[in-house]
């Protein structure tokens, strides 16, 4: 059964930054690609970052690239997004998710019937 935690979110200023953090269990972590995707309530999830399988390639939404960086750590099963200076707009609930199978995706469809988070909310005060 794959396991897929996320932790880091919480209450934080307008132009600060956040480091969220994702733990995967359950299979070859390094298998796989992983990606990071945000709602706001009311709103459609959107796709924010993909990472590949060794983390050599990363893919970023349009309106992401430049303040958003994905990452891993093979050797924790971990992966990370960095958010700098913070926007009250970036203020949701942050997934990570990993597809069924292996490869590297850039799209949100991919992602759709993997492996998926609880989320951890992220609060951007002004």
């Known amino acids: 059964q794959v396991n897929i935690v996320e932790s880091g979110g919480g209450l934080v200023q307008a132009g600060a930054s956040l480091r969220l953090s994702c733990s995967a269990s359950g299979r070859t972590f390094s298998d796989y690609c992983m990606a990071w995707f945000r709602q706001v309530p009311g709103k459609e999830r959107e796709l924010v970052a993909t990472?590949?399988?060794?983390?050599?390639?990363?893919y970023y939404a349009r309106s992401m690239r430049d303040r958003f960086t994905i990452s891993r750590d093979n050797s924790k099963n971990m992966v990370y997004l960095n958010i700098t200076f913070l926007k009250t707009e970036d203020a949701a609930v942050y997934y990570c998710a990993s597809p069924k199978t292996s490869g590297w995706y850039t799209d949100a469809e991919s992602f759709e019937d993997g492996y998926w988070g609880q989320g951890t909310q992220v609060i951007v005060s002004s």
């Open positions: 990472i590949s399988w060794s983390g050599g390639n990363a």
